[in-house]
């Protein structure tokens, strides 16, 4: 069984305390990574209902809602379909980018050969001030 490590940063130089993830499987896409990273810091999310939702992508302003009305912040449940999907989708605008160790990873479909503590780094970019 791997164990994948996942770091966030950005490119302002902000970094958020990594995380593990235990995989059973020794390759997976890269795809698949993102779906099982986002599914279970949803679902912890959920369970725990905290003030404010961190994850690599976050809800949308109207997912933030609960049948049209503004809910408190501990009501509030996320998809997590809805945010595997708004993370595939800001992938593929360059929203962020990954790096498995050294190597970044460009194609959703590549294969990822997971090891023992596999490092993988989602770097978020951050738009320029004035650019």
């Known amino acids: 069984m791997a164990t994948v490590i ?25 795809r698949e990574l993102i779906r099982r990273r986002v599914h ?14 961190h994850g690599l ?9 609960l049948d049209g009305h503004r809910q408190p912040e501990a009501d509030r449940a996320v998809d997590p379909e809805r945010q595997f ?26 294969e990822l050969d997971l090891r023992a503590d596999t490092e993988v780094s989602f770097l978020k970019l951050v738009p320029l001030v004035g650019g």
Request: proline share 5%; glycine share 8%; aromatic share 6%.
């Open 6 to 30: 996942f770091v966030d940063e950005t490119t302002s130089g902000a970094r958020r305390d990594a995380w593990r993830l235990p995989v059973a499987e020794e390759r997976l896409t890269l």
């Open 40 to 53: 279970r810091e949803v679902a912890e999310h959920n369970a725990g209902r905290p003030g404010v939702f």
């Open 57 to 65: 992508v976050q809800p949308t302003p109207a997912e933030r809602t």
């Open 85 to 110: 999907l708004s993370a595939v989708e800001a992938f593929g605008r360059n929203g962020f980018l990954v790096l498995v160790g050294d190597r970044q990873v460009e194609e959703l479909d590549a």
